[in-house]
């Protein structure tokens, strides 16, 4: 059941599919930030996986810290949470699920495995509310009306 939808423009999620790509085999993982209560993601943040791993995700705690005193200075909030999965289907693992504490976030998932240079890539969106996972639409739009 698709629940909710997640809106957000064609550069962003190319943004995204990019780093993705250019931290493979490693997961990559990052944010983009939004107007406090707009839900309408605007800022690309790629953030370093300091596990630098191709199965898990970390971002540095003086990283993470940095960005959310930016995000608060510019009234900001994480709109998204991304990571990319190297090796499997873009679905949150437990651990992710775990280490989701972002309940008004959207998780995007996107899946490198099985794919060349020039994809296609899974590209996926979940809200996860307290262990809870649901899937929900992804809409891409050149711009925001």
């Known amino acids: 059941m ?15 599919v990019a780093h993705a790509r ?3 085999p490693d997961e990559a993982c990052g ?24 199965t898990f995700y970390e971002f540095d705690s003086g990283d993470l810290l940095k960005l959310y005193r930016e995000m608060d200075d510019r009234d900001e ?28 976030a959207h998780y995007v998932l996107v899946s490198t495995a099985d794919t060349d240079d020039a994809g296609p890539f899974q590209f996926r969106s ?11 639409e992804v809409e891409i739009v050149e711009a925001y009306a």
């Open 2 to 16: 698709l629940a909710d939808m997640l809106t957000l423009t064609q550069a962003l999620h190319d943004e995204i």
């Open 31 to 54: 944010v983009v930030a939004g107007p406090v209560g707009s839900g309408r993601p605007e800022r690309f943040i790629p953030m370093f996986n300091a596990a630098r791993s191709p």
């Open 77 to 104: 909030e994480p709109v998204i949470i991304y990571h990319s999965h190297t090796a499997t289907e873009a679905h949150p693992s437990r651990t992710d699920i775990s280490y989701a504490n972002e309940p008004g």
């Open 22 to 24: 250019q931290d493979h």
């Open 126 to 136: 979940f809200r996860i509310v307290d262990g809870q996972v649901t899937e929900e």
